[in-house]
């Protein structure tokens, strides 16, 4: 297992919130993704939490709204602070996502990762392979390249080289709302990549399973990109079910990985 955290995705709540909020919100966040506060639970009072942190009440306030607004907890007058369901949560939150990748809940959210990156990244690269510019395809390429250095053993810069190149086909769709996904790309292929870190001897298939896909966008054949990058990730899956990681049988008819694996 390799310390996942060295792979350039630093939580963006270290840079984005001053210390003394931090120390709240990252106290209560590991108490809710770790369960030890269970949904519809409430918090703990603002004078306990002030006590036991040793920052002032407003540090609390300011903490405890950071989370309401990421929907993680909910406060309602005469009601007190609760713990929010999952699907209450924003889940395409750059640090709600950070925060999930670095928790216990990791394994539970794989097979909802991989599953829209099926629904998403498919059509994508079909769009990239007809909108792709020559300075994006040259940025995949070189992402490809440093993704390569790692076919014998997975480092952080070939790691980095797998993100970027996934980034690069959502840049390139030339959509938006896809490129803004970067993030939830990025934390799966992290996650994923820590997961699946003592199967280094599929690396070398992955690697040439990303580079297929990269020739199918470059060649600017839509149909054969959207069916490589189905490929790319169907293996994921295969991957994931050898380490005895679940991924529902109906996802794996429904986008035909028995047939890609």
Same mark, same amino acid.
């Given at each position: 297992?390799?310390?996942?955290?060295?792979?350039?995705?630093?939580?963006?709540?270290?840079?984005?919130?001053?210390?003394?909020?931090?120390?709240?919100?990252?106290?209560?966040?590991?108490?809710?993704?770790?369960?030890?506060?269970?949904?519809?639970?409430?918090?703990?009072?603002?004078?306990?939490?002030?006590?036991?942190?040793?920052?002032?009440?407003?540090?609390?306030?300011?903490?405890?709204?950071?989370?309401?607004?990421?929907?993680?907890?909910?406060?309602?007058?005469?009601?007190?602070?609760?713990?929010?369901?999952?699907?209450?949560?924003?889940?395409?939150?750059?640090?709600?996502?950070?925060?999930?990748?670095?928790?216990?809940?990791?394994?539970?959210?794989?097979?909802?990762?991989?599953?829209?990156?099926?629904?998403?990244?498919?059509?994508?690269?079909?769009?990239?392979?007809?909108?792709?510019?020559?300075?994006?395809?040259?940025?995949?390429?070189?992402?490809?390249?440093?993704?390569?250095?790692?076919?014998?053993?997975?480092?952080?810069?070939?790691?980095?080289?797998?993100?970027?190149?996934? @980034?690069? !086909?959502? +840049?390139?769709?030339?959509?938006?709302?896809?490129? *803004?996904?970067?993030? %939830?790309?990025?934390?799966?292929? #992290?996650?994923?990549?820590?997961?699946?870190?003592?199967?280094?001897?599929?690396?070398?298939?992955?690697?040439?399973?990303?580079?297929?896909?990269?020739?199918?966008?470059?060649?600017?054949?839509?149909?054969?990109?959207?069916?490589?990058?189905?490929?790319?990730?169907? @293996?994921? !899956?295969? +991957?994931?079910?050898?380490?005895?990681?679940?991924? *529902?049988?109906?996802? %794996?008819?429904?986008?035909?990985? #028995?047939?890609?694996?």
């Amino acid at each position: 297992m390799t310390d996942i955290q060295t792979y350039t995705y630093e939580s963006p709540s270290s840079i984005k919130h001053p210390k003394v909020r931090w120390m709240v919100i990252e106290h209560l966040a590991h108490q809710v993704l770790s369960q030890s506060l269970k949904v519809n639970e409430q918090l703990p009072g603002i004078n306990e939490l002030c006590d036991k942190l040793g920052v002032s009440r407003t540090a609390v306030r300011e903490g405890i709204g950071v989370l309401v607004s990421k929907g993680m907890i909910a406060s309602k007058p005469g009601e007190g602070t609760t713990v929010q369901p999952l699907s209450s949560w924003m889940l395409l939150d750059p640090e709600v996502l950070c925060w999930m990748r670095e928790s216990d809940m990791a394994i539970s959210i794989i097979e909802h990762l991989i599953e829209i990156r099926l629904i998403i990244e498919p059509e994508a690269a079909a769009l990239a392979s007809v909108r792709g510019t020559m300075e994006q395809f040259m940025t995949m390429s070189e992402a490809l390249t440093r993704m390569g250095a790692g076919e014998q053993k997975r480092t952080p810069q070939s790691t980095q080289g797998d993100i970027d190149f996934h @980034k690069a !086909i959502l +840049d390139s769709s030339g959509n938006i709302f896809l490129s *803004r996904l970067r993030d %939830l790309c990025m934390v799966s292929v #992290e996650l994923f990549v820590r997961l699946t870190f003592p199967e280094v001897k599929s690396v070398a298939n992955s690697i040439d399973r990303h580079q297929r896909l990269f020739e199918a966008i470059r060649s600017r054949k839509p149909d054969l990109a959207r069916k490589e990058a189905r490929r790319v990730l169907c @293996k994921t !899956i295969c +991957d994931l079910q050898e380490l005895n990681i679940p991924v *529902r049988q109906d996802t %794996l008819h429904y986008f035909g990985c #028995e047939e890609n694996s």
